[in-house]
Structures are given as C-alpha cells and as structure tokens.
C-alpha cells in the first residue's frame, strides 16, 4: 500500500502530457491524484484489516519509538476534518460554487481536489503509523521523483528539453536572457518548491535507510536536488533552505566542524566559478533581476490588498479558486499601475490564499497543521522540510502536486510519531470505501477525457478544421466538470482563425462561433474581466459600437483599475465622436498604464489635441 502511494506522488510530480492533453502539466496530475487515491481508499480497510490480524506489517528498526498513544493522529485527523468542513462551507457561499468545487484552469484546486488530498494525506498517516518501512517506502517514491525531475530541469536549464518549448520559459534576449526551468512542474516557483522539499527527504531517507545502495542514492540526489533548485532562480527557494538549514542545525545540535566547513566551502566555490562561467550567463541574468527588484515585484501590495479582500469575509471566505474574478474589485491604483496588464490568480502565500478562500476557520486548520510537527515530531529531516516549504511557500500558491508533497509530510511525521493502527474490517466501511473510490475515478475519467477532447480541438484549430474544431469543443463541453471552461480561448482561437483565413465562408463560420463562446464565457470564465474585454473585441471587428461600448463598460465594473478596457473604450468613443468621454477615458486609461505603453499614450495626446473624429 505504501508502494502505491509512493508511486502515486512519484508520477503525479513527473507526468506531462503535451499533445493528448490540453493543460497537459495541470490535468494529468489532477487526474492520477483522484486514481491514486481510489485506489489506496479501497485497499486501505483490507491492509489494515490484516495487520490487525497479525500478518505482514512488522517494524523495523529507525533509531527511536513511536510513543504509545495515539493523540498525534487523532490530533491531525481533527484538523484535517476541520479543513474539509471550512471547505464544504465556503464552496456553498461562494459567488461561483461551481468553480469552488472543481477548480479553476490554471491549478485545478477546488475543494473536490483539495478533500482528495487532504484524504490522501490522512490515509498515508494511517497506512504508515508505527510502521517505519513504510514511510522509506514512500520517502523512496519521493526521492526517486525528485532525481528524475532534477535532471530534466537540469537539462532545460542547459538547452535540452524534448517535451516543452523552451520559449514558454526563456525570457529577454542576447546576454540578458534569463532561463528559469520549470521542469515537471510547470513553473520554476512550483518546481523550486518541490525540488526544496527532495533535499530534506534525501536527507530523511538516507539517516532512515539500512540499505547501503539507497542511502547512497538519497545522499546523491540531493546536491542534484540543490543544484536544479538554485538552477530556477527562485528566492522564495533559496531562503527557504536557509531557514530548513537552521532548523535542522538547530533540532540535530550539530556541531560546525572543519569537515562542515570545508565542504560548504567547496560548495561556495563551485557555485562562483558556475556564476562566472559561460555557462552561468542566464544566473547572472537573473542576478540582475533580483537587483533590480529586490522586494519581489508585486507581492507587498498584492498581500496588502488580499488582507483588505479578506476582512470582509472572515467567516468562510470567498470560497475556493474564485480570487482571479473577486480580487479586481479591492486591486488598488498602486499595484494596477506597477503592473498593468497582469491578471493576479492567487494572493502568492499560502496563508492568506486560505484566508481568502476559506476565512478564519481554514486559515486556522492549515496553522494548526503547519505547526503540529514542530510540536509533536522528532524527526530533524522532516521538520526541517516543512520548515523550509512553509517559508518558500510564503511567496507562492499551493499546486496540487507541492501541496501533495508537503502534506504527505505533514503525515509521515505523524505517522513515525502513531503507533500502528489496529482496526477490523467492517462492511460499512468497505461499502463506504468502494462508493468513494468510485466516485473519485469518475470524476478522475471525465477530467481526463474532456482534457483531451480539448487538445484535439486545439489541434483542429491550428490545421484550419473548423469543423472539426466545433465537434471537438461540443465533445468537451459535454464531458467537462461544471465550473471553469475555455470558452474565452475558445474564442480567442477562432478569432485568430478569422484573422488568417482567405476563405470568407470560413471566416464567417470563425466569426460566429467565436462571438458565441465569447457571449458563453462572460458567464462561465474565471477572469470575467478577460470575458467581457474580449467579447467587446468580437463587437469592434463586427463594427458594432454599442455592443463594444457595452461590453467594455462591463469588463471596467469587473476590474476597475485594469487599463486596457478603458483604453479601448476611449477609442470607441472618439469614433462615436464623444470627444469628452473619450478624453476622460484616455486620461485615465494613461494614468492606470502608468506610461509603459506607448500605444496608450500615444492615444491621449491625439485626443488632447483634439482632432477630428474618425470616420467610420
């Protein structure tokens, strides 16, 4: 059983799907964390079942006992229950319940997958409690994970990668081009953070293991582990070694030797000669970024306004995944201006994220679970890891698959600190167990497949199959979950279709698929915002002013301080020959863009000047 869930966490972090499906770093690890832990839910009650009967389950020696209680466990179980009762509760409040359920499109992190780990977690406890072999069992899983991910961000860093472009995470040009590798994970943040965690379970298995061979792989995987880390470029990272570093020094009481001494100062030295080689032109890149913006660019203001969000709603939040649609309304001018055309998805810390979603009684579950193992565990390595996740995860959002491993954690230190579980197979619970199991994998089924009904909508698109393209997207729409769609990139695709196509039928076609989707995602999108702005596109390339007009207004309600509507507004205006309304429109459109678009100011000086309305 813990094979099973080892194996689940290794290639949840590993999957990638390009091509068979459409948020191919997203969905596939949706989809096997749901599979995975069906699986382990049906199992569960017969394993425990036959360790209480005496068969297989013995212990193993790991340099310490398990005290003779189980408060720990029930400890965790209670602050897990408590967790997943805030959820229910503000998925019920929220202004999307849908999307609260099952998530929006960019992480997937609505409360049906939120319970799904946090059950996960729990039975890895149960399945692991007074059983040591089992959590090297997983912590092997982990490790092996983390050396293959290691590697292929390696390999991204220095040029090679077969499955992703490598424009999706190269940005500038010549000498200031900066590589931030995002390896399995999708995003250097999220990856940093996965690979900060290996280190500590390296660490973790290597002093657990009695197996020389590996206890030597653990022991080399975790430089490798460091190196892909500090390969992304991710403070966030970085400091959160420092402070696991110093928790570990400070739980273990380890002296500095000469030895400690002399390998951090071979380590030190690599790490310069790396920074000024060839080949660490990208780091010194990124070196210039973090001079550049040493406070992390918009997080001070965006964590400032995110706790304005939140005392309005301190009793069950805003319910999960819906900060993209309700956070607009408390964006401030300052943190508009310093990014202008940025969409925030998350607050970018895990505990004002849970503030937001879930109000005070989810912020306090996730507290309660985050300090639990400094009280009750004793494992140096282990709470080492939390310790450094909980500061790198201070400035970026849970994932599925870094909240996976960080509240896997959570449960091995519980586990090692619980003695075995006894409990008798019961049909309830087996019926119980099987109902849950089956409803996971539906669910995991239908993600799958409407994920890939999309991609080969997708695919159809980029041939110019516009028919095929609809009976693709009808397939989708059929099999998705309520709540997020891609009907705005559905009609953002099509347009681009219209764009290009010589053939006016088709074009036609594109044009009046694409202002139907458009007119669908004003209702279904995640970013309303984006919806509405878009579909005032679809009214422009249509000539249809008041439509535009209209569309426009509303995609400013949605977002107030984002400039570009009120840009595009004031170029509707002056074609309508509302030269004041325009001017008002076009000045604060400047005011929001805060001059880093020439365009835009390009448009208030013409309508400054007063020219003469444009002819339509």
Request: glycine share 8%.
């Given at each position: 059983?813990?094979l099973l869930?080892?194996l689940?966490?290794?290639?949840?972090?590993?999957?990638?799907?390009?091509?068979?499906s459409f948020y191919f770093?997203?969905?596939?690890?949706?989809?096997?964390l749901l599979?995975?832990?069906?699986?382990v839910?049906?199992?569960?009650?017969l394993?425990?079942?036959?360790?209480?009967?005496?068969?297989?389950?013995?212990?193993?020696?790991?340099?310490?006992?398990?005290p003779?209680s189980?408060?720990?466990?029930?400890?965790?179980?209670?602050?897990?229950?408590?967790?997943?009762?805030s959820l229910?509760?503000?998925?019920?409040?929220?202004?999307k319940?849908?999307?609260?359920?099952?998530g929006?499109?960019?992480r997937?992190y609505?409360s049906?997958?939120?319970?799904?780990?946090?059950?996960f977690?729990?039975?890895?406890?149960?399945?692991?409690?007074?059983r040591?072999?089992?959590?090297?069992?997983?912590?092997r899983?982990?490790?092996?994970?983390?050396?293959v991910?290691?590697v292929y961000?390696t390999a991204?860093y220095?040029?090679?990668?077969?499955?992703l472009p490598a424009?999706?995470?190269?940005?500038?040009?010549?000498?200031?081009i900066?590589?931030?590798?995002?390896?399995t994970?999708g995003?250097?943040?999220?990856?940093?953070t996965w690979?900060?965690?290996?280190?500590?379970?390296?660490?973790?298995?290597?002093?657990?293991?009695?197996?020389?061979?590996?206890?030597?792989?653990?022991?080399?995987?975790?430089?490798?582990?460091a190196?892909a880390?500090?390969?992304t470029?991710?403070?966030?990272?970085?400091?959160?070694l420092a402070a696991?570093?110093v928790?570990w020094?400070a739980?273990?009481?380890?002296?500095v030797?000469?030895?400690?001494?002399?390998?951090?100062?071979?380590?030190?030295i690599?790490?310069?000669?790396f920074?000024y080689?060839?080949?660490?032109q990208q780091?010194?890149?990124r070196?210039?970024w973090?001079?550049e913006?040493?406070?992390?660019g918009?997080r001070?203001?965006?964590w400032?306004d995110s706790?304005?969000m939140?005392?309005?709603?301190?009793?069950?939040?805003y319910?999960?995944?819906?900060?993209t649609?309700?956070?607009?309304?408390y964006?401030s001018?300052?943190?508009?201006?310093?990014y202008?055309d940025?969409?925030?998805e998350?607050?970018?810390?895990i505990?004002?994220?849970?503030?937001?979603?879930?109000?005070i009684?989810g912020?306090?579950a996730l507290?309660?679970?985050?300090?639990?193992?400094?009280?009750?565990?004793?494992r140096?390595?282990?709470?080492?890891?939390?310790?450094a996740?909980?500061?790198?995860q201070?400035?970026?959002?849970?994932?599925?698959?870094?909240?996976v491993?960080?509240?896997t954690?959570?449960?091995?230190?519980?586990?090692l600190e619980?003695p075995?579980a006894?409990?008798?197979?019961?049909?309830?619970?087996?019926?119980?167990?099987?109902?849950?199991a089956?409803?996971?994998?539906?669910l995991?089924?239908r993600?799958?497949?409407?994920?890939?009904a999309?991609?080969?909508?997708k695919?159809?698109?980029?041939q110019?199959n516009l028919?095929?393209?609809?009976a693709?997207?009808e397939?989708?729409?059929?099999?998705?979950l309520p709540g997020?769609?891609?009907?705005?990139w559905?009609?953002?695709?099509?347009l681009?279709?219209?764009?290009k196509?010589?053939?006016?039928v088709e074009r036609?076609?594109?044009?009046?698929?694409?202002?139907?989707?458009a007119?669908?995602?004003?209702?279904?999108?995640?970013d309303p915002?984006?919806?509405?702005y878009?579909?005032?596109?679809?009214?422009?390339?249509?000539?249809?002013?008041s439509?535009?007009?209209?569309?426009?207004?509303a995609?400013i309600?949605?977002?107030?301080?984002w400039?570009?509507?009120h840009?595009?507004l004031?170029?509707?205006?002056r074609?309508?020959?509302?030269?004041?309304?325009a001017?008002?429109?076009?000045?604060?459109?400047?005011e929001l863009d805060?001059?880093k678009?020439?365009?835009?100011?390009?448009t208030v000086?013409?309508?400054e000047?007063?020219?003469?309305?444009?002819?339509r």
């Amino acid at each position: 059983m813990a094979l099973l869930q080892a194996l689940t966490i290794a290639v949840m972090a590993l999957i990638l799907a390009p091509g068979y499906s459409f948020y191919f770093d997203i969905t596939p690890k949706v989809v096997v964390l749901l599979a995975g832990t069906a699986l382990v839910v049906v199992c569960v009650p017969l394993l425990l079942s036959r360790d209480a009967e005496g068969r297989p389950g013995g212990r193993l020696r790991t340099g310490g006992s398990a005290p003779h209680s189980g408060a720990v466990l029930r400890a965790f179980s209670w602050l897990l229950v408590l967790n997943l009762l805030s959820l229910c509760l503000s998925t019920v409040v929220s202004a999307k319940p849908a999307l609260s359920l099952f998530g929006t499109n960019w992480r997937s992190y609505g409360s049906v997958v939120q319970g799904a780990i946090l059950l996960f977690a729990w039975l890895v406890a149960v399945v692991c409690a007074g059983r040591p072999e089992r959590v090297k069992t997983v912590l092997r899983g982990v490790v092996a994970a983390g050396a293959v991910s290691a590697v292929y961000g390696t390999a991204q860093y220095f040029g090679w990668d077969p499955l992703l472009p490598a424009a999706a995470y190269h940005v500038g040009e010549g000498d200031y081009i900066i590589v931030r590798p995002p390896g399995t994970l999708g995003y250097a943040s999220y990856f940093a953070t996965w690979l900060l965690l290996v280190m500590f379970l390296c660490r973790a298995l290597a002093a657990m293991e009695d197996s020389i061979a590996w206890r030597r792989f653990a022991t080399g995987v975790m430089p490798l582990a460091a190196f892909a880390m500090l390969l992304t470029g991710t403070r966030a990272a970085i400091l959160g070694l420092a402070a696991g570093g110093v928790v570990w020094f400070a739980i273990k009481r380890v002296r500095v030797t000469r030895r400690i001494v002399a390998w951090a100062a071979i380590a030190v030295i690599a790490g310069v000669v790396f920074y000024y080689s060839p080949s660490g032109q990208q780091m010194r890149s990124r070196a210039r970024w973090f001079a550049e913006d040493p406070w992390g660019g918009a997080r001070g203001n965006l964590w400032r306004d995110s706790l304005r969000m939140a005392a309005n709603r301190l009793v069950a939040g805003y319910g999960p995944e819906v900060f993209t649609g309700e956070f607009p309304q408390y964006e401030s001018v300052e943190l508009a201006r310093a990014y202008p055309d940025f969409s925030h998805e998350s607050p970018h810390n895990i505990f004002l994220d849970a503030l937001v979603a879930q109000g005070i009684p989810g912020f306090l579950a996730l507290l309660g679970l985050c300090v639990l193992p400094f009280i009750a565990g004793r494992r140096a390595e282990l709470t080492a890891a939390l310790a450094a996740a909980l500061v790198s995860q201070q400035f970026t959002a849970f994932t599925v698959p870094t909240a996976v491993t960080f509240f896997t954690v959570l449960a091995l230190v519980v586990a090692l600190e619980t003695p075995a579980a006894q409990v008798r197979r019961r049909l309830a619970l087996t019926a119980v167990a099987a109902a849950l199991a089956a409803g996971l994998l539906f669910l995991a089924v239908r993600l799958m497949l409407a994920d890939h009904a999309l991609a080969s909508t997708k695919q159809a698109l980029d041939q110019g199959n516009l028919r095929s393209a609809a009976a693709d997207y009808e397939k989708y729409q059929r099999l998705r979950l309520p709540g997020g769609t891609a009907d705005l990139w559905y009609s953002r695709a099509l347009l681009g279709v219209a764009s290009k196509t010589t053939n006016p039928v088709e074009r036609l076609s594109a044009m009046v698929q694409a202002g139907a989707a458009a007119q669908r995602a004003t209702e279904t999108a995640e970013d309303p915002f984006n919806a509405w702005y878009n579909l005032g596109v679809v009214y422009g390339l249509q000539n249809d002013a008041s439509g535009a007009e209209r569309s426009l207004r509303a995609a400013i309600a949605a977002r107030p301080t984002w400039f570009k509507p009120h840009w595009m507004l004031a170029q509707v205006l002056r074609i309508e020959g509302r030269q004041d309304e325009a001017r008002r429109e076009a000045l604060l459109a400047g005011e929001l863009d805060a001059g880093k678009d020439p365009e835009v100011a390009r448009t208030v000086q013409e309508l400054e000047g007063h020219p003469q309305p444009l002819q339509r």
